[in-house]
């Protein structure tokens, strides 16, 4: 079946750091990936997604690349921030469904 | 990008109460719309899925006659929690898709949360 591993956390950063939060997945075909970001109490915000291999996507100053080779689609920001404090979700639609799969969430905490 | 707004944002209701929370896409037609429980700390489940003017398929383990829900028209979906319990009190979201074709993506609401006391 379809499914996404992401690392767990919480990651605990202090500002300016660099930050990685690594994503794996498992499916058929060619899936499009995601990285949905989810701030305290609200629902979620499509941070960049990547639809075919080898594209990058890049929002924010995040970015992530569509690596076919080795299933993983890791997320990078060279310079975090406080207000990048949330919660980030890697995720999948499979190429013959319509469906999200997501990773179970990496708790990050960015301190001043 | 596409907005989705659900309402209310937290809600408090009474044991054997039901709530009905409502979901709306604002600015695109939504063909198909997601329901998704999340429990603290953890990922989101999917419960449903509704297509505009046919039944919703519910997930494995998900009650279909204790989670109702309803995609009357192209911008709204509605889920009510019948009968809820304390068991029931957690973080729901709703998400839409245009299904335009090719890889859409989802957009999300802001989501509810639901106590049950």
């Known amino acids: 079946g379809n499914s996404v591993t992401q690392m767990e956390g919480p990651v605990t950063l202090s500002e300016e750091a660099f930050l990685t939060i690594n994503c794996t997945y498992t499916a058929t075909g060619y899936p499009s990936l995601f990285w949905y970001v989810q701030y305290p109490g609200e629902g979620l915000q499509l941070l960049l997604k990547?639809?075919?291999?080898?594209d990058k996507g890049s929002n924010k100053g995040f970015e992530a690349t569509y690596r076919k080779e080795t299933t993983s689609f890791h997320l990078e920001k060279g310079s975090v921030q406080v207000s990048d404090s949330a919660v980030y979700f890697c995720?999948?639609?499979?190429?013959?469904?319509?469906?999200?799969?997501f990773g179970a969430g990496t708790t990050v905490t960015v301190r001043a | 990008g596409a907005v989705v707004s659900q309402h209310p944002s937290w809600v408090i209701c009474k044991s054997g109460t039901s709530v009905k929370i409502e979901c709306r896409s604002l600015d695109f037609q939504a063909t198909t719309m997601f329901w998704y429980r999340q429990f603290p700390k953890q990922s989101l489940m999917l419960m449903a899925t509704?297509?505009?003017?046919?039944?919703?398929?519910?997930e494995q383990g998900v009650e279909k006659d204790k989670f109702l829900i309803n995609h009357a028209s192209l911008t709204l979906s509605t889920l009510t929690v019948t009968s809820a319990h304390p068991e029931d009190s957690s973080f729901y979201i709703c998400?839409?898709?245009?299904?335009?074709?090719?890889?859409?993506?989802?957009?999300f609401g802001q989501g509810t949360r639901l106590t049950v006391v």
């Open positions: 995720a999948l639609i499979p190429s013959n469904d319509y469906k999200l799969s």
């Open positions: 990547a639809t075919k291999a080898d």
């Open positions: 509704s297509n505009e003017g046919s039944k919703a398929t519910y």
């Open positions: 998400s839409a898709r245009s299904g335009t074709g090719g890889i859409s993506e989802a957009f």
